[in-house]
């Protein structure tokens, strides 16, 4: 259910997903509206590379690992 059709696959997504969260987080510091609307834009990039949040994404790792394992 959480598992990519690769393993790379997923490391791509989680490594865009996470320096999207930082870069929402980093951004969202600023005090301007500018800032604000980056951050808003950088999460929904971020939830939209986890397809959910990073929690479902770890799951998804681990059930594509599981996956390949199993079926070599």
């Avoid at 059709?5 to 930082?22: D, N, T, Y």
């Avoid at 994404?57 to 390949?68: D, Y």
Wanted: charged fraction near 10%; aromatic fraction near 12%; include cysteine.
């Amino acid at each position: 259910m959480f598992s990519s059709s690769s393993f790379s696959e997923h490391l791509v997504r989680g490594i865009l997903g996470i320096g999207a969260l930082w870069a929402a987080v980093w951004l969202g510091t600023d005090a301007g509206w500018l800032g604000v609307l980056g951050s808003l834009v950088m999460g929904i990039i971020s939830l939209a590379a986890f397809r959910g949040c990073p929690v479902c994404w770890t799951l998804g790792l681990f059930s594509t690992a599981r996956h390949r394992w199993r079926n070599g």
